[in-house]
Nanobody, 120 residues
Framework: QVKLVESGGGAVQAGGSLKLSCVQSGRTFCRSDMRWYRQVPGREREFVAGIDKDGATNYDDAVQGRFTISQDQAVNTVYLQMNNLQPEDTAMYYC??????????????WGQGTQVNVSS
């Protein structure tokens, strides 16, 4: 069993910064990487950033150059540094253990989310 707990969300003005944390307890023995997603009411949950065990990263075009995903495997934590936040970044942000492919034996795991609110 895997549990993910996000923290670091809050309210900021446009142009501000926040750093989210995701602490993982437990492990999966399936092939996986760590991802951040976000969701606003009435819209689909969308991919934000991902990082694999070797440290390779990828980002959605909307956050490229502004957000940075990183990990500290010694403390089982993944981070999302968010700079130059804009109102369109307002969302609930979720951490995910992304298994590929997801199966009953290799399920994905989601945190409960942390809210980010960016005002203009």
């Amino acid at each position: 069993q895997v549990k993910l707990v996000e923290s670091g969300g809050g309210a900021v003005q446009a142009g501000g910064s926040l750093k989210l944390s995701c602490v993982q307890s437990g492990r999966t023995f399936c092939r996986s990487d760590m991802r951040w997603y976000r969701q606003v009411p009435g819209r689909e949950r969308e991919f934000v950033a991902g990082i694999d065990k070797d440290g390779a990263t990828n980002y959605d075009d909307a956050v490229q150059g502004r957000f940075t995903i990183s990990q500290d495997q010694a403390v089982n934590t993944v981070y999302l540094q968010m700079n130059n936040l804009q109102p369109e970044d307002t969302a609930m942000y979720y951490c995910k253990v992304h298994t590929r492919p997801p199966t009953p034996r290799c399920p994905p795991y989601w945190g409960q989310g942390t809210q980010v609110n960016v005002s203009s």
